[in-house]
């Protein structure tokens, strides 16, 4: 399953980084991505559980917002809604 390998290793590679280092929204998406694998990559019961971590990453506030040319390619919003719908396009900026 392709999600679960970019979960993966998006979960590795964050882990690499220096706590103290990561911005509020890399903290935020280690959380999500944590408990998108704690919850067996299963979008919808991730959904049920944690939908207001999804709205932190959709929010607009400084720090939480997505920054375009970042190390975040495709903002994880728009990668959690393509995973539960697959008719979204994923390359959708928002």
């Not at 590679?13 to 890399?26: A, Q």
């Not at 049920?48 to 959709?58: F, I």
């Not at 506030?61 to 375009?68: D, Q, V």
Request: charged share 30%; with cysteine; net charge positive.
């Amino acid at each position: 399953r392709t999600g679960k390998n970019y979960c993966a290793k998006a979960l590795e590679n964050l882990s690499k980084m220096k706590r103290n280092n990561l911005t509020e929204r890399e903290r935020l998406i280690i959380t999500v991505l944590s408990q998108i694998k704690s919850a067996g990559y299963d979008m919808k019961k991730f959904m049920k559980l944690n939908a207001k971590q999804l709205e932190k990453l959709e929010s607009d506030k400084p720090g939480l917002r997505w920054t375009p040319l970042s190390n975040e390619v495709i903002p994880l919003q728009n990668w959690i809604h393509h995973q539960l719908d697959k008719r979204k396009k994923l390359n959708k900026i928002s």
